[in-house]
T-cell receptor
């Protein structure tokens, strides 16, 4: 069964460092998303991406964040200068059109 | 702004003890309501999509129903392996090319043997 894969599963970084989280969405999907979940809190929308551009972003997705689809398979989330409050689980998701989003297992980011 | 409220926050059941989880929502126009299961440290796993009031979907011991204001996830004769956090999410009919989901906080279900 096709699945969304994310790397790394866990990353520890120092405050102020750049981090790139990587995702391989399901191959025939067209819409891509990043969500985050701070420990004990709800899953929050960060950004959606379609046709090689951002279609919507939340207030959380400020200038420190960027997304890219550098080739036909990868979808990345970059955080330029990490803060303590960026510590969270980051989930990538993809979908064909409307309907269900399929999520990866997540990348746990710990900022020290 | 779309809002999703789930209750209870936590539910503890004995194996075989049936119950229901509630999801109430406000959305400008509902495209779909989704139920996901999330195990600790894992990503949400898709369970059901409901599109219109009166619709029902079933999978093993789970049945999801939808009205114009809320959805219920009924769990019949649960087993310990049903223990997880159950997430409800809505997808708004906002047009454009964005099909993002707005999630509730979830209900943590624990089923004791």
């Amino acid at each position: 069964e096709p699945e969304v894969t994310q790397t790394p599963s866990h990353q520890v970084t120092q405050m102020g460092q750049e981090v790139i989280l990587r995702c391989v969405p399901i191959s025939n999907h067209l819409y891509f998303y990043w969500y985050r979940q701070i420990l004990g809190q709800k899953v929050e929308f960060l950004v959606s991406f379609y046709n090689n551009e951002i279609s919507e972003k939340s207030e959380i997705f400020d200038d420190q964040f960027s997304v890219e689809r550098p080739d036909g398979s990868n979808f990345t989330l970059k955080i330029r200068s990490t803060k303590l409050e960026d510590s969270a689980m980051y989930f990538c998701a993809s979908s064909r059109f409307t309907g269900e989003l399929f999520f990866g297992e997540g990348s746990r980011l710990t900022v020290l | 702004e779309d809002q999703v409220t789930q209750s209870p926050e936590a539910l503890r059941l004995q194996e075989g003890e049936s119950s229901s989880l509630n999801c109430s929502y406000t959305v400008s126009g509902l495209r779909g309501l989704f139920w996901y299961r999330q195990d600790p440290g894992k990503g949400p796993e898709f369970l059901f999509t409901l599109y219109s009031a009166g619709e029902e979907k079933e999978k093993e011991r789970l049945k999801a129903t939808l009205t114009k204001k809320e959805s219920f996830l009924h769990i019949t004769a649960p087993k310990p392996e049903d223990s997880a956090t159950y997430l409800c999410a809505v997808q708004a009919d906002s047009g454009g090319s964005n099909y993002k989901l707005t999630f509730g906080k979830g209900t943590l279900l624990t089923v004791n043997p």
